[in-house]
């Protein structure tokens, strides 16, 4: 029986493990946290469920064989929601995306509409500035898009994110009628039960061998082997979902990433936000958090209170990679040189900023090559 070896037991790892086991391989999972599922995984505070940011799935209806896959072990349920945006200058919220008739309460709402109108029908773009200038004007992109962008990136400039930005930039016309309407062609839901996706990280690794709340300290790639402080493990295949510099020790140097502190507080209220709204963002530049996620509306807990989480931006983990060149470049590098029996997927593992629908997207590929 082959042997793989996969380094995380987060979405990536769980989905990659279940697709190695139907194919009847024997299976190692690592993690050195004592718990599966990484930030995927729901806790509880005070007996109110949470994820360590909001973790709905959500992604275009071209894949919806992921939503159908998902289903079939976690009940999804279809949610309809409107996020906030809290405009300081004019201490309102406004809805985001933005909606045509928040733009209106705007005191300097004409000269909005005057930019709006003199944006060329296409423009080039080569930044994150540059793009968003292009498609809502100067002012909004100040008011909804600048400083949350800088703070949730630790940038000081905007011009500084680059990667993904080369484009040709069409205006963005303002949203009308129904704030609560997703857009078209796209899937958003949320598990059905209490403890959310936690189920699915059972299936996945029933039957897997777990080295969890354990450190590895070296990847021997060329010999497909793991070490820990302790053992060693062989393999004929590692599966990756950490991040690619790891498994060459940096030797090129260190990718850069962007991480959160999460602050939960329980308040004494049945619904802290407005009905549907789920997040309110918070673009300002005098204001450190980026995002209040109110829980019980993805999860529609009961409970006379309710647990908000206000996200922080932070070094001090790595969740999010960087949409910078740069980095960008670098891992590639890396990636490029995994050698044949090493595979890096997921977030992490590839420096791309995949979701849940990703991840099933490419574990199903992975299986049906494999």
């Known amino acids: 029986m082959k042997k793989a070896l996969i380094i995380g037991s987060g979405f990536s790892g769980c989905m990659f493990a279940m697709m190695l086991k139907k194919k009847g391989w024997n299976v190692t999972v690592f993690d050195k946290s004592k718990l599966t599922g990484g930030g995927v995984r729901t806790f509880y505070h005070g007996g109110h469920p949470f994820t360590y940011g909001p973790r709905h799935f959500i992604g275009p209806d071209t894949n919806m064989k992921a939503f159908e896959f998902l289903n079939q072990i976690v009940p999804m349920r279809n949610i309809k929601k409107m996020n906030y945006s809290y405009q300081q200058q004019e201490d309102f919220f406004a809805s985001y995306p933005m909606h045509i008739d928040d733009v209106k309460k705007f005191s300097d709402s004409q000269k909005i509409f005057d930019e709006l109108n003199s944006l060329p029908e296409e423009t080039r773009a080569n930044n994150f ?10 002012t ?5 898009n600048k400083f949350y962008n800088l703070k949730a990136w630790n940038l000081s400039s905007n011009k500084t994110m680059d990667y993904g930005f080369e484009a040709t930039v069409k205006r963005k016309p303002l949203e009308t009628g129904s704030r609560y309407e997703f857009p078209k062609g796209f899937i958003n839901a949320y598990p059905v039960p209490k403890d959310g996706y936690n189920k699915f990280f059972d299936v996945a690794l029933e039957g897997c061998n777990l080295v969890l709340n354990t450190e590895i300290v070296k990847v021997d790639m060329d010999k497909v082997k793991i070490h820990t402080k302790n053992d060693s493990f062989n393999g004929d295949l590692i599966i990756s979902t950490t991040s690619p510099d ?3 020790e940096n030797c090129w140097g260190e990718l850069k990433y962007v991480g959160r502190e999460f602050y939960k507080i329980v308040l004494p209220t049945e619904e802290v ?3 549907d709204v789920y997040f309110i963002y918070y673009p ?10 109110e829980f019980k509306k ?5 409970s006379k209170n309710s647990l908000i989480s206000l996200e922080v931006p932070s070094m001090k983990n790595k969740l999010y990679p960087t949409m910078i060149k740069k980095e960008v470049n670098l891992a590639e590098k890396y990636l ?8 890096s997927v997921g977030r992490m593992g590839t420096y791309r900023y995949v979701d849940i629908d990703d991840i099933i997207m490419q574990g199903l590929e992975f299986y049906d090559n494999l």
């Open 129 to 138: 500035e540059d793009f968003w200038v292009g498609r809502v004007g100067k």
């Open 140 to 144: 909004l992109y100040e008011r909804f």
């Open 246 to 248: 790891f498994l060459f």
């Open 273 to 275: 936000l407005p009905k």
């Open 284 to 293: 300002n530049e005098n204001e450190q958090q980026t995002r209040v996620t």
């Open 298 to 302: 993805f999860t529609q807990h009961k």
């Open 336 to 343: 490029n040189a995994l050698p044949e029996k090493v595979i």
